[in-house]
């Protein structure tokens, strides 16, 4: 029969079973230690020099065993406290769909659309981390595919997200550090509040807009994953969707 060492490590009722067991085992060898010393002294036909010689083996045997069973310990214990989490995003704006943004917009000189101010445009990402595992250090990168804000109208409320790129139609790509304040504890969710006001792109029949989302963490990165932009435009039903609808969460 295979025995799935993976499995039982990542689920945290097996790795306490684990711990559990490996503590009670200790234990056992201390007691059947104790045991056989004990006996040892009992035995009448041993002489003096003989009985310590056997209480000895028993000590160094015993020591032996119960240092190979701490090392076992270890590993669990290590493997208890350490793991990779599981991080997912969901993007969420007033109105739409998850993962479906249909932001409010407006069309300027030259055909080109950008994010109405004061619309459907203030955000947020959702981290869940479906791990056991905590997220620590969380990080996410979101790059403006085909689209751009200029720095004179990046709002940025708190100052939680960075430029990190830039391109002809302004900011392309903006970072937030969780930094070791915002780690995402397994099984729980973050919000990261986004404002995408005036973001703009070329007409649509040049180049259609997407964001494109990274999740990373210590010892983990996540692939980058994008997101489709749609817009209204005075009212106009948005233009339908090139695939079919993305998950709930990514």
């Given at each position: 029969m295979?025995?799935?060492i993976s499995h039982?490590?990542?689920?945290?009722?097996?790795r306490?079973?684990?711990?559990?067991g490996?503590c009670?085992?200790v234990?056992?060898?201390?007691?059947?230690v104790?045991?056989?010393?004990?006996?040892?002294?009992?035995v009448?036909?041993?002489?003096f020099?003989d009985?310590?010689?056997e209480?000895?083996?028993w000590?160094?045997g015993?020591?032996?065993?119960?240092a190979?069973?701490a090392?076992?310990?270890?590993?669990?214990a290590?493997a208890?406290?350490?793991?990779?989490?599981d991080l997912k995003f969901?993007l969420?704006?007033?109105?739409c769909?998850?993962?479906?943004?249909?932001?409010l917009?407006?069309?300027?000189e030259?055909g080109m659309?950008?994010i109405?101010?004061?619309g459907n445009a203030d955000g947020s990402i959702v981290l869940?981390n479906?791990?056991?595992y905590?997220a620590?250090?969380?990080?996410?990168?979101?790059?403006f595919?085909?689209c751009?804000?200029k720095?004179?109208?990046f709002?940025?409320?708190?100052g939680i997200?960075?430029?990190?790129?830039?391109g002809?139609l302004?900011i392309a790509?903006?970072?937030w550090d969780?930094?070791?304040?915002?780690?995402i504890?397994?099984?729980l969710?973050r919000?990261?509040p986004?404002h995408?006001h005036?973001?703009?792109?070329?007409?649509p029949?040049i180049?259609?807009?997407s964001?494109?989302v990274?999740l990373?963490a210590?010892?983990?990165v996540?692939?980058?994953i994008?997101?489709?932009?749609?817009v209204?435009?005075?009212?106009k039903?948005?233009?339908p969707?090139?695939?079919?609808p993305?998950p709930?969460w990514?």
């Amino acid at each position: 029969m295979h025995l799935n060492i993976s499995h039982w490590t990542q689920d945290s009722r097996h790795r306490r079973w684990l711990l559990v067991g490996a503590c009670v085992l200790v234990m056992a060898q201390v007691a059947g230690v104790v045991v056989a010393v004990v006996a040892t002294t009992q035995v009448n036909d041993l002489t003096f020099p003989d009985r310590l010689a056997e209480i000895g083996d028993w000590l160094v045997g015993g020591t032996l065993t119960l240092a190979a069973t701490a090392g076992v310990v270890a590993v669990l214990a290590y493997a208890a406290a350490t793991g990779v989490p599981d991080l997912k995003f969901q993007l969420s704006f007033p109105g739409c769909a998850p993962n479906q943004p249909v932001l409010l917009a407006d069309v300027g000189e030259l055909g080109m659309v950008t994010i109405r101010r004061g619309g459907n445009a203030d955000g947020s990402i959702v981290l869940h981390n479906l791990s056991t595992y905590s997220a620590r250090n969380p990080v996410v990168v979101i790059r403006f595919n085909n689209c751009g804000i200029k720095d004179n109208e990046f709002s940025n409320p708190g100052g939680i997200w960075a430029p990190i790129e830039r391109g002809t139609l302004g900011i392309a790509a903006i970072q937030w550090d969780g930094g070791s304040n915002y780690s995402i504890h397994g099984q729980l969710k973050r919000v990261v509040p986004i404002h995408v006001h005036s973001l703009t792109w070329l007409p649509p029949e040049i180049a259609l807009p997407s964001l494109t989302v990274q999740l990373l963490a210590e010892g983990y990165v996540r692939s980058e994953i994008d997101v489709q932009l749609r817009v209204q435009i005075h009212g106009k039903p948005p233009p339908p969707s090139p695939g079919p609808p993305p998950p709930e969460w990514h």
